[in-house]
């Protein structure tokens, strides 16, 4: 229970919230590309953070981490080109399945929050400054 | 004397903790809105402070009759106030995060605790004006 344990929660959701950004980046810069693995050429599959609580003290307050990167469950796009080396048989070719909207939405929400704690941040700031300026 | 002084401050000390407590509370709420299955906490402020009067109110005499005088313990003590909150853990739970709501509060806790802040100032003016004469 005290003001520095505020900037550690602040922290922590910090750190979240920059990593989710850089995941959403990492899904937008890669919503063309191929993976290519044991030999074959498989579309690149959007990945997505599931956040869960961290470190509890004692009163039962807790910051947030990442518990773990996971790819998401929607199906590949799917387009007839022919032409392309990577197509099947009957001339479809399979496409990432990132969401590009999706991800810009993702990434707005990531940055307000960041935003937010950085604000809470500045606030609690304010608070330790006027503590210390007590009887002056 | 200087032990006077000491009691003069402790309700004030138990205000500024259980603002910056609040406050833990909130922030960590806005830290976790996005958590899957996390339950919002709050303290009942109010609720708190009643608790921790009572419990410090208690004396070892028995009282048989409401007329019988009460003795008052002088003023209430930080281990007490901190051991009721590790025991009873008074949190609200409610599920979801509304981090608008929770961003209100946030200021709203911060301004008064300044307010807090202005009040022993305020005091610690008193006392020097007493010592002055």
Redesign the interface.
């Known amino acids: ?3 520095t ?2 900037l550690n ?2 922290n ?2 910090l750190n ?1 919230e920059e990593k989710r950004i850089e995941i959403s980046a990492n899904n937008l810069a890669n919503s063309e590309s191929t993976d290519y693995k044991n030999g074959k050429f498989t579309p690149y599959t959007a990945k997505i953070a ?4 961290y470190k509890k003290d ?7 981490k990442i518990k773990e990167i996971v790819k998401t469950k929607d199906p590949y796009k799917k387009i007839y080109n022919p032409n392309h080396p990577l197509s099947d048989s009957k001339g479809y070719l399979k496409l990432s399945n990132v969401n590009v909207l999706n991800e810009t939405v993702n990434y707005l929400n990531a940055s307000r ?1 960041y935003e ?2 950085l ?2 941040i500045k ?2 700031k ?2 330790l400054l ?2 210390v ?3 002056k | 004397m200087l032990n006077n002084i000491n009691d003069f401050f402790e309700f004030n000390k138990i205000i ?2 259980s603002r ?2 609040k ?3 909130i ?2 709420n ?7 299955n ?1 339950n919002r ?1 709050d303290i009942d402020f109010k609720d708190l402070l009643n608790n921790t009067i009572l419990s410090n109110r208690k004396n070892d005499l028995t009282i048989t009759c409401n007329s019988h005088i009460k003795k008052k313990n002088k003023y209430f003590n930080i281990n007490n106030y ?1 051991k009721i ?2 025991k009873k ?1 008074k ?1 609200k739970k409610n599920k979801s995060v509304n ?1 608008n709501e929770e ?1 209100i509060k ?2 709203k806790n ?1 301004l008064e ?2 307010i807090d ?1 202005a009040l ?2 305020n005091k ?1 003016k008193n006392i020097y004006l007493a010592i002055q004469g």
């Open positions: 229970m005290s003001l344990n505020i929660i602040c922590t959701a979240v599931i956040l869960s609580t004692k009163y039962g307050l807790e910051g947030v929050r937010a704690n604000e809470m606030t609690i304010y608070m006027k503590t300026s007590i009887c | 500024l903790n910056i407590f406050q833990e509370s922030a960590s806005i830290a976790n809105s996005e958590t899957p996390y906490k901190i909150l590790e853990n949190f981090i961003k946030f200021l911060s605790y300044e802040i022993i100032n610690i």
